[in-house]
């Protein structure tokens, strides 16, 4: 059995990407069109490749339903009604777009985009979003995700509202 420590060493060498601050000082990740916002509410966005995590890796570090609602914050957890977009929350606060990818790439479809991330900064600091291609997808991507433990922290993921 691999420990967390284990999992985010793969993690972080799967998850390779380089960042070089623009001209504003705003950081991006090569090849891609990331960029951090300086608000108050800002929110990282990329479409970068990076290597996906092996599925078993993450359905062997994964929390289940039961054990998310055990935590007093997440008491009334539902996944709420289907659609593209996945809104994650209980993100480590060191957690980075290249983590998300990492994990969230694995539901590329060699037909479609890469899933796009937003991790949001600021007051929204410990959320992302993620959108895919189709309903199926995301709904996909959920059931096998959510409670994924990500540097000791189990993502906790529903879909997003008004999207």
């Known amino acids: 059995m691999a420990y967390p420590s284990q999992i985010m060493s793969l993690e972080s060498k799967l998850a390779k990407a380089t960042s070089n601050p623009d001209q504003r000082g705003n950081k991006s990740v090569s090849g891609t069109a990331t960029t951090i916002s300086g608000e108050e509410d800002g929110e990282v966005e990329t479409a970068a490749q ?3 995590l092996p599925l078993e890796v993450i359905e062997r570090n994964r929390r289940t ?3 998310i609602r055990a935590l007093p914050r997440f008491k009334d957890y539902t ?3 289907p659609n593209k977009v996945l809104y994650i929350k209980n993100l ?3 957690a980075s777009v ?3 990818q990492a994990v969230f790439g694995l539901f590329h479809q060699e037909d479609s985009e890469w899933p796009k991330i937003r991790l949001m900064t ?3 600091r410990g959320q992302a979003f993620v959108e895919f291609d189709s309903i199926d997808v995301a709904t996909k991507a959920l059931q096998k995700v959510n409670g994924y433990l ?3 922290k189990p ?3 529903c879909y997003g509202r008004g999207h």
Do not use: C, Q, S, T
């Open 79 to 81: 996944p709420g009604e």
């Open 65 to 67: 339903v039961a054990e």
């Open 98 to 100: 290249d983590d998300l």
């Open 122 to 124: 600021g007051r929204m």
């Open 150 to 152: 990500m540097r000791e």
């Open 155 to 157: 993502l906790v993921i």
């Open 50 to 52: 990076v290597l996906p």
């Open 92 to 94: 480590h606060p060191k």
